[in-house]
């Protein structure tokens, strides 16, 4: 009958630790198990923030959770549009670098959180107000659709009753500082969509501007 081994009074020595290192885009985390098995024991974990593209003086970056445009560089951007048999032979006109028209923002861990588009703004009262934001601002009473109509921004909605969107748009004009009669409410009988789903804001408007 052989002997088990132990690495201490009482306790049978069934291998040595597992350690497993987890590398992220802005993270390192250390996890050291007591042994491996079908339900191992984590005997330390800790995770270290890299913070990368914190200091926007030094690196160009923004900090983390901070909105601006997306900007996609690599080898793998195309080489530009072509409308026709003589665009194919204008060779790379993006030189690796894609402007995508998107805003986002970047967290502490490196991950991507697209927040709206660039051209997606209304200038009420002297301030830039972003229709995204304020559609996701909204869409916690209902859903909503919002364009610009020069002086004013329209908020297309389904609702039958608008007592709860006006009081929250009430509360956004206030937080803005511009004049609640900045939002005009349009009932519709359906938001248009495109056939991915996302909003057709040319065929909106045709619904809104009547």
């Given at each position: 009958?052989s002997?088990?081994?132990?690495?201490?009074?009482?306790?049978?020595?069934?291998g040595?630790?597992?350690a497993?290192?987890?590398?992220g885009?802005?993270?390192v985390r250390?996890?050291v198990?007591?042994?491996?098995?079908r339900?191992?024991?984590?005997?330390?974990?800790?995770e270290?923030?890299?913070?990368l593209g914190?200091?926007?003086?030094t690196?160009?970056?923004?900090?983390?959770?901070?909105?601006?445009t997306?900007?996609?560089?690599?080898?793998?951007v195309m080489?530009?549009?072509?409308?026709?048999?003589?665009d194919l032979g204008?060779?790379?006109?993006?030189?690796?670098?894609?402007?995508t028209?998107d805003?986002?923002r970047?967290?502490?861990e490196?991950?991507?959180?697209?927040?709206?588009?660039?051209?997606?703004?209304?200038k009420?009262?002297?301030y830039?107000?972003?229709?995204?934001e304020?559609?996701?601002?909204l869409?916690?009473?209902?859903?909503?659709?919002c364009?610009?109509?020069?002086?004013k921004?329209?908020?297309?909605?389904?609702?039958e009753?608008?007592?709860?969107?006006?009081?929250?748009?009430?509360?956004l004009?206030d937080?803005y500082?511009?004049?609640?009669?900045?939002?005009?409410?349009?009932?519709?009988?359906?938001i248009p969509?495109?056939?991915s789903?996302?909003?057709d804001?040319?065929?909106?408007k045709d619904?809104?501007?009547?």
């Open positions: 009958m002997r088990a081994k132990t690495d201490s009074p009482g306790r049978l020595y069934n040595p630790p597992l497993v290192v987890d590398i885009s802005n993270s250390l996890v198990y007591e042994r491996l098995s339900s191992p024991t984590a005997l330390f974990n800790e270290a923030l890299c913070g914190r200091e926007v003086q690196t160009g970056l923004l900090p983390a959770d901070a909105v601006g997306v900007v996609y560089e690599g080898r793998n080489l530009g549009y072509a409308t026709s048999r003589d204008k060779g790379d006109e993006m030189n690796g670098r894609l402007e028209g805003l986002g970047m967290d502490i490196g991950f991507l959180y697209l927040t709206g588009r660039t051209k997606r703004f209304a009420i009262a002297g830039r107000l972003g229709l995204d304020i559609e996701q601002e869409f916690a009473v209902c859903p909503v659709a364009l610009d109509l020069g002086e921004i329209a908020v297309a909605h389904e609702q009753s608008e007592t709860a969107l006006k009081a929250r748009v009430r509360e004009a937080s500082k511009v004049p609640s009669s900045s939002f005009a409410l349009r009932k519709i009988a359906q969509r495109a056939s789903g996302k909003i804001y040319a065929r909106l619904l809104v501007s009547v």
